[in-house]
């Protein structure tokens, strides 16, 4: 039985991440009272962040989490690059977590205020008329109801507010933005840089575009490249929920924020077809209660935000709640990861870098761009993001020798090393999808949710030309002792990306979601994670995510007031 509350908030959001600091942000900014929803525990800026500057000494296990340990309780959040003795704490446990895998499928979730905005790589790319076109044009998925310069002016909107440093490029795949000064390559990228763009002139390398301020904005700092970032940053240098959408939402009055509430189901009323509530357990108390709103925002990340939708379960949409279309859980992607090529470069011995820079390089797309780019054997492209940095002590444990000898030869930088992973777009599937398990549950006793995701010919195709491409530049760079690699035993979903599960769309038979990120079935159920994403494209998507859901809480604010919800 849930303990109805007996306030009725103007909005609720579930999720306090990248999507949900934002709906947060613009919904309090706007005069409406919000409720946040985050089943995870709080962190508070700069206070929380317990091991940001801890040396790897001052941490037990030397940065390493214990493999009984991780076994147990972190098999699959182990294997993301951000996971770490000095990060453990911001992750959830898969053990209280659990979810079924027909086809396997790395699922990385945070259990914290903020989620993955603390943890996250702050690479920042928009996405390109192209992108936003590429389902009609090659007939791969639905088309999205929206185009590029629907969008435009929220990318400008998040850019300045988030801060975003990077270099103009000038490139139709890769639209440039509201950038800050961008930071600066260090000498084997610059020699690289000029190497691979007179190699190849169609393929540019420029430096990452990151939301991490190289000047200060406002109460913020500029980055001082302590590093590392995702142990969370007290001086505001990178963009998280903590550091930008939370103070500001707090600022207004407006804000409620409750953490410890698993969101397991939301309210329906059948006579005015909209939303009324969302039904919560309080993990602390394990208490059952139920918070009203004239306006819900489900930012819960890709697939939790569609396994709330399929336990909302009522007689008007037996299957999930705005499912008319049995588009909700299919269509899922995530960006190809772990597949590239490193190389060894001889010379530069006289040069090194200063700090720990936050940041890479960054190749755009140069594949199946035009008549004169396009390939055979895949539709869609890929990038490369990478770094250059020369081998320090670590590398001890792979050389011969012992003693005094060993150890002053270490105390000396080795060679330069450089490599270039690929991030490559996967393709709207139906069958790549989650499901519910009313047969298996998680310890509040709710249904986890089964996860079917494969790849394709297409993604084999891309890949391996992604491989061949990363060595062909290396050494059109100066590299020796290239080696190319595809960790193609890598489960679908190590790259952070999720998409899809409750897409966009022109057709509410087609798609669950329309052109301002509501159900088309509910109109004040607005979806603005991940799982909107009707396509990948190839770029990080954490942008495109803050900028559509800008601009869904800009319409459904003057459509509240308009009385048309």
Not at 423 to 443: A, H, Q, S, W
Request: charge should be negative; charged fraction near 25%; aromatic fraction near 10%.
């Amino acid at each position: 039985m849930h303990v109805i509350q007996s306030e009725i908030y103007d909005a609720i959001v579930v999720g306090s991440g990248m999507s949900g600091g934002w709906a947060m942000k613009e919904l309090c900014e706007k005069g409406l009272k919000t409720l946040v929803l985050e089943r995870g525990r709080p962190v508070e800026h700069g206070i929380d962040y317990i091991t940001e500057h801890k040396n790897p000494w001052e941490l037990s296990f030397r940065g390493r989490v214990p493999p009984a340990v991780a076994e147990a309780d972190y098999p699959i959040q182990q294997n993301t690059y951000a996971f770490s003795e000095a990060t453990r704490h911001f992750f959830m446990k898969d053990s209280e977590h659990p979810y079924v895998q027909d086809e396997p499928y790395t699922w990385i979730q945070a259990n914290v205020v903020g989620g993955r905005s603390l943890m996250w790589a702050r690479q920042s790319y928009r996405l390109s008329p192209m992108d936003f076109e590429a389902n009609l044009r090659d007939g791969h998925g639905v088309d999205w109801p929206i185009r590029y310069d629907d969008l435009a002016p929220w990318y400008d909107y998040v850019e300045r507010t988030i801060g975003v440093s990077g270099q103009a490029e000038g490139l139709p795949q890769l639209p440039d933005g509201v950038f800050q000064p961008p930071m600066e390559m260090n000498a084997v990228e610059k020699a690289a840089k000029r190497r691979i763009e007179a190699a190849f002139p169609d393929r540019t390398v420029t430096i990452g575009r990151a939301a991490v301020l190289t000047r200060a904005l406002g109460s913020r700092a500029a980055c001082h490249y302590c590093g590392p970032c995702e142990r969370g940053c007290s001086t505001g240098s990178y963009y998280s929920t903590q550091s930008v959408a939370l103070p500001a939402a707090r600022a207004t009055g407006n804000l409620t924020l409750r953490p410890f509430s698993l969101v397991h189901n939301l309210g329906y009323d059948p006579s005015s077809g909209r939303a009324t509530s969302v039904g919560v357990i309080d993990t602390e108390s394990l208490e059952h209660l139920r918070f009203r709103a004239r306006l819900i925002f489900l930012c819960a990340s890709s697939m939790n935000t569609a396994r709330i939708l399929l336990m909302s379960r009522c007689r008007d949409f037996p299957n999930g709640i705005a499912n008319s279309s049995s588009a909700l859980g299919h269509y899922l992607m995530d960006h190809h990861y772990h597949v590239g090529a490193t190389g060894m470069f001889k010379g530069f011995e006289d040069r090194y870098w200063r700090g720990n820079r936050p940041n890479g390089i960054y190749i755009p797309r140069f594949r199946n761009l035009d008549n004169d780019t396009a390939r055979p054997d895949f539709v869609r492209g890929y990038g490369f993001q990478g770094s250059a940095g020369r081998m320090g002590w670590s590398r001890g444990s792979s050389m011969k020798g012992f003693g005094a000898e060993l150890k002053r030869s270490l105390r000396r930088p080795g060679l330069w090393t450089m490599g270039l992973g690929g991030f490559g777009e996967t393709l709207p599937r139906y069958d790549n999808r989650c499901e519910l398990d009313d047969d298996v549950t998680d310890p509040w006793g709710l249904p986890v949710l089964r996860f079917h995701v494969t790849r394709d010919a297409n993604d084999l195709a891309m890949r391996a030309d992604m491989m061949a491409t990363a060595a062909e530049m290396l050494e059109a760079a100066g590299a020796v002792d290239i080696q190319e690699y595809d960790r193609i035993e890598d489960a679908p979903g190590l790259g952070n990306h999720e998409m899809g599960a409750a897409r966009m769309g022109r057709d509410p038979t087609t798609s669950v979601l329309d052109a301002y990120n509501a159900c088309h079935d509910v109109r004040n159920l607005f979806v603005t994670d991940g799982a909107c994403m009707t396509s990948s494209a190839c770029q990080n998507p954490s942008l495109t995510y803050m900028a559509l859901t800008a601009r869904a809480c800009d319409h459904a604010v003057r459509a509240l007031a308009d009385g048309k919800l």
